[in-house]
């Protein structure tokens, strides 16, 4: 297998040398571009496996290249790596797409295992579900490649945190998922989210995938615990 | 859940308000006073004649006398009073106002500055942990140390800036003067600027001695400063420009760079110290952004001044501090003194050879 390909996007010299030493040395193959429109292009011409996100650069910021990206519908991995961490910055970092945020200075142990804790969580991404691709739920049938569900001949595109919510159901079906393991496997381990929040994206399937969105047939509350998927 | 911080205008509505209410009451009094004054006379009158008392005109004359002589008193005090109170709410208001401005700016230097200082915080500590952490070859530690030890100057120099901001907004810059041959010091300080900014070619043209009354520490920190900047806007391999001559009655140094120029931004709006044009997440310039304003206020002191130039033939920025040339007879002196002892101030001068010639 290659070495996974990390993008350190980081404007003081010092700075990307030693963080590009250090994930070099844990494995990863590394690139360091030290401009916003920069980073952009390099991401477009061949997508890393992550990207470290400077949030004030040269240019055009780290929250908009990190937009931009999304906005084009690439979804590669982002962790912010910024002096501005104040909870307004760290918020808006991670609504804009990113995945995590460290604040400068930051531990090199704590970077790199959350480097790993990215990494691990975008494998499961894209790994075979055992689920298979496609999950069919009376009409509607979702694809895990494509993002999106078909009813009769409707086309509608999902989210990745939907897509990845049904996978985590989907992979256990008729077994209780709770909240905290979906938080875990979805976001990852930094858990942003609330526990609320699962509950609003499942209001959101249901309303797509179930017949009768009052009285889920497929999407099943499981009362304190979580929620149970019976296909 | 965090509480949150309120800002400038917040924390000052409450009070304000409450003054607000005080005036208002008093425009009232003042109000009802008039009123009160005003009708005196007549209501006297009506309650003599309610009491079935005719006066005679004497005694008629006397009691309007009276109460227009209360009249003419309350118009007086009362008119101080109101103008008194007019003025207090002028100064007040023009309190507030700067009060809340202070607060902002030293709000925005506040969020401006201490990230800046994060990062080279950031790699120096990085630097240590990957030597403690990790089994790095004595080179690489060496080069790791080396590089923190980079990383510590910025910090230190940032803080420096920081302080003597401070110290310039709260007390005045405060020098030593003393008669300098300003083209002698620089040329003698260019080969440590050339050992710190050794990915620029310093220039250095002072074709005669220039002598003002300035002091040495606050002369070297401008000239540092600007060098620093020119080398940092410059960029790899350029050529900065230091230039020393005595332009009329002044002393100019001039420093220019061979960067993009100004970009459009006001050259006033650069120096001054918490301001920063843009888009505050675009980074446009590394560091606390106080070493222009520092520089201006240096030159302040010394009785002149700090311009900011592009759109050069040739491209790039030139920065130029004046202050006034010692007096003709000072200079003279002090010129006497020297000559007898080195070869004058052209020996730095001449170590490059194609300064001179370029000398207009």
Redesign the interface.
């Known amino acids: 297998m290659t070495a996974q390909r990390l993008l350190v996007v980081e ?2 010299v ?2 990307a ?3 590009a ?2 994930l070099e ?1 844990e494995g990863w193959s590394v690139d360091v571009v030290g401009d ?1 429109l920069g980073a952009l292009e390099r991401v477009r011409s061949s997508p890393p496996d992550l990207i470290l996100l400077d ?10 290249v990190c937009e931009t990206l999304r906005g084009e519908g690439i979804q590669t991995p982002v962790l912010f790596l ?3 961490s104040s ?1 307004d910055d760290r918020v808006k970092g991670l609504a804009l797409g990113g995945d995590d945020y460290l604040g ?6 704590e970077l790199i295992l959350r480097v790993r804790a990215i990494l691990r969580r975008s494998e499961w991404i894209r790994e075979d579900s055992p689920a298979g691709d496609r999950l069919v739920l009376g009409e509607a049938v979702v694809d895990f490649e494509t993002f999106t569900v078909t009813i009769g001949e409707r086309e509608v595109e999902l989210s990745q945190k939907e897509v990845l919510i049904l996978r985590c159901l989907a992979e256990q079906p008729g077994v209780v998922v709770s909240r905290a393991e979906m938080v875990d496997r979805v976001w990852g381990y930094d858990a942003f989210p609330t526990l609320r929040t699962v509950d609003n994206f499942i209001v959101r399937l249901r309303r797509l995938l179930e017949p009768d969105p009052r009285n889920p047939a497929y999407i099943h509350t499981v009362r304190g615990t979580g929620y149970r998927l019976t296909p | 859940m965090i509480s949150k911080r309120l800002s400038p205008e917040e924390v000052i509505r409450r009070p304000l308000r409450l003054y607000a209410v005080i005036v208002a009451f008093y425009g009232l009094l003042l109000g009802w006073w008039v009123y009160f004054f005003a009708s005196l006379d007549g209501r006297m009158m009506d309650r003599i004649a309610a009491k079935g008392v005719t006066l005679s005109p004497e005694a008629e004359q006397a009691l309007h006398e009276t109460s227009s002589e209360a009249m003419r008193m309350f118009l007086f005090e009362g008119g101080f009073l109101g103008l008194l109170v007019l003025v207090s709410v002028f100064l007040v208001m023009r309190g507030v106002q700067r009060e809340i401005m202070l607060a902002r700016q030293q709000r925005n230097f506040v969020s401006a500055v201490t990230h800046e200082l994060r990062s080279p915080l950031s790699s120096a500590r990085l630097y240590i942990d990957s030597i403690l952490l990790r089994r790095t070859s004595p080179e690489k530690a060496e080069r790791y140390l080396r590089h923190a030890r980079e990383d510590l100057d910025r910090l230190g120099s940032m803080v420096e800036d920081i302080l003597v901001t401070r110290r310039i907004s709260d007390t005045g810059v405060e020098l030593e003067k003393e008669l300098v041959d300003l083209a002698d010091s620089v040329s003698g300080d260019m080969e440590r600027l050339s050992g710190m900014h050794s990915q620029v070619r310093l220039q250095l043209e002072a074709p005669e001695p220039v002598f003002a009354e300035a002091d040495v520490t606050a002369f070297r920190q401008i000239l540092d400063n600007l060098v620093s900047n020119a080398a940092k806007y410059g960029g790899e391999g350029t050529k900065v420009d230091i230039q020393v001559v005595a332009d009329g009655r002044k002393a100019r140094l001039s420093v220019r760079d061979e960067g993009p120029g100004l970009n459009g931004s006001d050259p006033e709006q650069l120096v001054e110290p918490f301001v920063r044009g843009g888009d505050e997440m675009v980074r446009t310039r590394e560091g606390v952004g106080l070493g222009l304003y520092i520089v201006r206020e240096l030159a302040r002191a010394h009785g002149g001044d700090l311009k900011l130039e592009d759109g050069l033939a040739g491209g790039g920025t030139r920065a130029s501090v004046t202050m006034p040339l010692a007096s003709r007879s000072a200079s003279q002196a002090a010129a006497g003194s020297s000559t007898g002892s080195s070869t004058g101030p052209n020996a730095g001068a001449g170590s490059d050879p194609g300064a001179a010639g370029d000398a207009a």
């Not at chain 1, 949030?55 to 908009?64: A, K």
């Not at chain 1, 400068?104 to 142990?109: R, S």
């Open positions: 404007d003081e010092h700075l040398e030693v963080i030493d250090n040395l916003g949030v004030m650069l040269p240019g055009m910021d780290g929250f908009s910024t002096a501005k909870r400068k200075p930051f531990d090199l142990e």
